[in-house]
């Protein structure tokens, strides 16, 4: 598709294009797409970073291995 000629866009159509991709990436788009992930991942580290120094390393190891 590399070849590909298409219809010239206006400046509005562009612009639209444009915020809809925009809206696709990042942060936010993946919460709205994964909230229980997004929930238990800010629950685990919200864990961990109460945790005491030993237990925070100890923590870190066990959750870098169930990912």
């Given at each position: 598709?590399?070849?590909?000629?298409?219809?010239?866009?206006?400046?509005?159509?562009?612009?639209a294009?444009?915020?809809?991709a925009?809206?696709?990436?990042?942060?936010r788009?993946?919460?709205?797409?994964?909230?229980?992930?997004?929930?238990?991942?800010?629950?685990?580290?919200?864990?961990?970073?109460?945790?005491?120094?030993?237990?925070?390393?100890?923590?870190?190891?066990?959750?870098?291995?169930?990912?």
């Open positions: 598709m590399a070849g590909a000629k298409t219809d010239e866009l206006t400046t509005e159509e562009a612009k294009r444009l915020r809809y925009t809206e696709q990436l990042g942060v788009a993946w919460v709205r797409q994964h909230p229980y992930e997004a929930l238990t991942l800010g629950f685990a580290t919200g864990v961990v970073l109460a945790a005491s120094r030993p237990m925070r390393h100890t923590l870190l190891r066990l959750l870098i291995r169930a990912l």
